[in-house]
């Protein structure tokens, strides 16, 4: 008889626990499904194989691009697998969802999680932006994974864009790239006069300082800017990304050594908010799948530039020339100018600079007698035998 006492006691506390923990249950419920609701990429998603993400990421170039568009679906694929589908980034090529010129905007508002471009498109905002794509006389593909992994490139590079909460990676390596295309052939630096030349970068800087008129122009804009006369010479990349585009049909002459971009490196950039969402297995797997999508853009170039260049000669007639060498020394007198001007007008850029200097230095030292002196000697010794 005591326990009914008892029980008769407590009844109405268990009642009131039984209810309050059922409200809470509720409450923790309808929260969650808010979360998932739509509108908010960044919010994980909880399902029985854990929580899963969902990021958009646009891009600079046309949707599935050969070369440069590829590295974001790569990246895109890459993540899925690693993370066995509880993160999947949706790609939207340039215009989709918003402009080629937007991307860092909207990555830096949040608008969308992540952005694939080239951090040299967004100098009007970040001076020294430059240094982490490509500099005229500058690095080469190789020297510059060099220095952006270890030599502290990549930890500037995160420093200049932390007041945009925008995270970088290095997203894609071209190799050196082609000078561009001409419709008239350029034997000394007053060729360059008058022409109106799409060549973005501190590269267009020292252009306009040679005469020329610099424009940054989107790539899926290039042909008909061309065809049309808005610009009267191009550069772009190299022989496989220039042929997609077709610009031997819009140009004559096809003109090298890349003075402009020796080793272009492309971006990767996220909203910091949306990678400090992910657990830090899903993190390591974003930071992963940018390098492995670095490297891979590099080794694809590397394969398919020279058939390219073959198809475009002997199809299509280009005619291929080398810049003189006084064009070149003047090319290299107006970047110092460029340069110098640069690093007095903002401090991030002269930071940068000075250890991307010390970087040059010794790796130029040293690839005197490693790189290029194993292929200059390569050439020597083989001249025009069969290997
Ligand atoms: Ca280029």
Redesign the pocket.
Known sequence: MGNTSLERRYTPLIILLLVAALVATLGLWAADRAGTGQGNSQQGVKTASGEHYQWKMVTTWPKNFPGLGMAAEHFADMVKEMSDGRLTVHVYGAGELVPAMAVFDSVSQGVVDAGHG?AYYWKGKVPSSVFFT?IPFGLNAQEMNGWLHYGGGLELWQEAYAPHNLVPMAGGS?GV?MA?WFNKEINSIDDLKGLKMR???M?GEVFAAAGGTAVNIPGGELYTSMQTGVIDAL???GPYNDQAFGFQEVAKYYYYP?W??PG?ILEFVVNKDSLMALPGDLQAIVRTASRVANQDMLDEYTARNNAALQSLVNEYGVQLRRLPDDVLLALWRGTQKVMKQLVASDPMAAKVYASYQKFYRGVRNYHHISEQAYINARDKAIGDDEF
């Open positions: 080239a490509s071209t790239q561009g060549i973005p970068g590269a550069e772009w990349v890349g402009h971009e272009s």
